[in-house]
């Protein structure tokens, strides 16, 4: 045996196991278990066998870390804590079982995201990645599928896009429980100040907005398509408000959106929510800071941040189960909103 | 050649190296040019030489990442984005170069802490990590020198602790000219509501508030120690307006609590700045989208991020100059800051 160099097949033959299943292991590739994974190892270190060379090697097998990439600059990241909140549920699921999650920003160049999967990508350093943000047109499950990662999408996939996602049950509950609050208290000029038409999640949310109000013979006094940027929010309430029939009433598709909203209307002197009642959409901690506090829209990020991961976790074999409760978006009264105004 | 087993002395004899910088490279250890390491690793493959195990090779070299980990609970995090900004800082940095950032959020408890540096070293997933949050009688450099890992800390260290550190330049300036802005205002009775009293930062930053009141013969109203959280800042607010002879401006360590402070001061009835004048710590978006927008310290959390990554990667040979510009703290004046009220 010392005579001739070792070879897969003698790798396979010493752990029991096939030749593809050696095989899959110095790739990384997905289907083995834990105990084969160690068997071939084991194999392969008493035998003295590398796949080809120490450096192909360096590049295999599972990294134990997951990829989130990140298009976004760093003052919208920071503006907007949605994402920290997804990446604590997403860690509450990795850190027990010794994963980790690495991170990638990108700015707002589309290639510098391709750039950064195709490098996860060709230097396996994640044993799968979790997308956030579905976009109108997706270009990045088409490459990831190309690329042979393990995707997961938080949110609703793009078209009939056979991705694995994960979603609240009940999607549409929130916001139809903010538009029945906001009627009930007698608003029938409602307004909605949306973020980029590129998201997905905008789509939905107006649709769900405008049918809720039907449900009530009513259409959306006024639509705005914002930014996610308290920029965009002072603009568009400015403009709102200067409206000859102003809404009683808006929903903004963000809290931080809502609350630079609720701060540009009280600067000029409208007051909220005695002329105007103001939504956002979240629950973010921001909306209980700030005075009046903020009627929002809670989503469970955290619990979507850990079924993302459980979903990948599950297709790694680290986990059986991969179903996490996501809970249901539900409204959150508190200070922002009231009874429209009488002058109305 | 074909009749014995490859040793390490072949691969070094091969590459034209050191036994010792063999062993270097196969354990991922620092000191090694890039080229040089691919020389050796081109050799090892060349003489199909594994240093034991695949599963020893798996583990070394490079791994072009960064750790980060975080001791905080998720609600924390989000509600202060200040560890968001140094993050894209660092990511700012290691973008370009290839380098992700790997993050682990382990929660409260110091142990998890330990595990987490721990697997971090033992399974050779960073090239260094990047500390934050300098507390008194830290123990981390100990163990990550234990641990041998490359470490950068942002902010003071605890006594003179020599681990690589980033700091802005002349960093007592901001609150120094907080001081001096609300004196200049008239304000004789000027309170501060800490963070906790285990971080470096707040024995500091206090310090720096009370040799500034000195400067004007006057000593702290009130000094009160929290905990970062909303629910702190309310509950030290509540206590200071209820004092008989109650300050006419306040100071919080961080711009949530100010923030929170400021709510609930207008909540009480207490108008923001007429009868109290209050400013927050670090300028993160926050403080704009609020009314009234908040007066607060600047720090420039995206440098300190970008210098702590600066000095990993000069150590790593990736760049060669470690050295980034960090501002220094400024005051930043806005709307919660005004003339003492008259009738104090």
Redesign the interface.
């Known amino acids: 045996m010392?005579?001739?160099?070792p070879t897969i097949a003698d790798v396979a033959a010493l752990a029991g196991v096939s030749v593809a299943a050696v095989s899959k292991v110095?790739n990384g590739k997905a289907g083995i278990s834990a105990p084969t994974r160690d068997r071939v190892?084991?194999a392969?270190?008493k035998l003295?066998?590398?796949?080809?060379?120490?450096?192909?090697?360096?590049r295999?097998?599972k990294?134990?870390?997951i990829?989130m990439v990140a298009r976004r600059s760093?003052?919208l990241?920071?503006?907007d804590?949605h994402?920290?909140?997804l990446?604590?549920?997403i860690?509450?699921e990795l850190?027990p079982l010794?994963y980790?999650?690495?991170?990638?920003?990108?700015g707002e160049e589309p290639s510098?995201e391709e750039v950064?999967y195709r490098?996860?990508a060709d230097?396996r350093?994640v044993d799968g990645v979790v997308l956030t943000e579905s976009r109108v047109g997706d270009t990045r499950f088409e490459l990831l599928r190309t690329l042979d990662v393990r995707t997961v999408l938080i949110g609703t996939p793009w078209r009939a896009d056979p991705v694995p996602s994960v979603q609240a049950t009940g999607p549409a509950r929130g916001v139809r429980a903010a538009v029945e609050h906001l009627v009930a208290h007698g608003h029938r000029r409602i307004a909605y100040v949306s973020g980029p038409e590129d998201r997905v999640h905008t789509l939905h949310r107006r649709r769900v907005f405008e049918d809720a109000l039907a449900a009530h013979d009513l259409a959306p006094s006024h639509s705005v398509v914002s930014d996610f940027t308290?920029a965009g929010a002072v603009d568009a309430i400015g403009k709102l408000l200067a409206e000859h029939r102003r809404p009683t009433a808006v929903l903004f598709a963000n809290d931080?959106m809502a609350?630079?909203g609720?701060?540009?209307a009280?600067?000029l002197g409208v007051d909220v929510p005695g002329e105007l009642s103001v939504v956002g959409h979240d629950d973010?901690?921001?909306g209980?800071?700030?005075?009046p506090?903020l009627t929002t829209v809670r989503q469970d990020l955290?619990g979507l941040g850990r079924a993302a991961a459980r979903v990948l976790l599950a297709s790694l074999g680290e986990v059986e189960d991969a179903s996490v409760d996501v809970r249901p978006p539900e409204l959150v009264v508190r200070e922002s909103t009231g009874p429209a105004p009488d002058r109305t």
Chains 1, 2 share one sequence.
């Open positions: 010392a005579s001739r160099k110095v190892l084991t392969a270190s003295r066998w590398t796949p080809s060379a120490a450096a192909v090697a360096l295999s097998a990294t134990r870390a990829g760093p003052d990241l920071s503006a804590p994402f920290t909140l990446i604590s549920g860690e509450g850190s010794g980790g999650l690495l991170l990638h920003i990108v510098a950064a490098r996860l230097e350093r308290a931080s609350v630079a609720m701060s540009a009280r600067r973010l901690p921001l209980e800071l700030v005075y506090q955290i």
